[in-house]
């Protein structure tokens, strides 16, 4: 079984900034695509960031020019900087990734980690 790891959140003021971090661990994992996901209350959950294997990245338009997502393959770690924070990325963060295992292709999800953004 894969685990993704999340860390980061918390509570910052309007035009703070945080850094989330995900690591897969646990299964023999080849990660293909990770990213985060957010949803904030009485939301579905939305796409906020995310980076394929060849380091292509894809950005909701809300968050473009403030987040920015990198990875770090040898140790399949994903990070979401998050800059210029706003009231509206108040949400609970999510980790996905979707690669190779022993049992073949397979998404897997973190716990969540809570953004709080507020004076």
């Known amino acids: 079984q894969v685990h993704l790891v999340e860390s980061g959140g918390g509570l910052v003021q309007p035009g703070g900034s945080l850094r989330l971090s995900c690591e897969a661990s646990?299964?023999?994992?080849?990660?293909?695509?990770m990213g985060w996901y957010r949803q904030a209350p009485g939301k579905e959950r939305e796409l906020a960031a995310i980076i394929l294997n060849g380091d292509d990245t894809n950005y909701a338009d809300s968050v473009k020019g403030r987040f920015s997502i990198s990875r770090d393959n040898t140790f399949n770690t994903v990070f979401l900087q998050m800059n210029s924070l706003r009231l509206e990325d108040t949400a609970v963060y999510y980790c996905?990734?979707?690669?190779?295992?022993?049992?073949?292709?397979?998404?897997?999800w973190g716990p969540g980690t809570q953004v709080t953004v507020s004076s």
């Open positions: 996905y990734a979707h690669g190779r295992t022993d049992l073949g292709r397979l998404a897997f």
């Open positions: 646990g299964a023999r994992f080849s990660a293909d695509v």
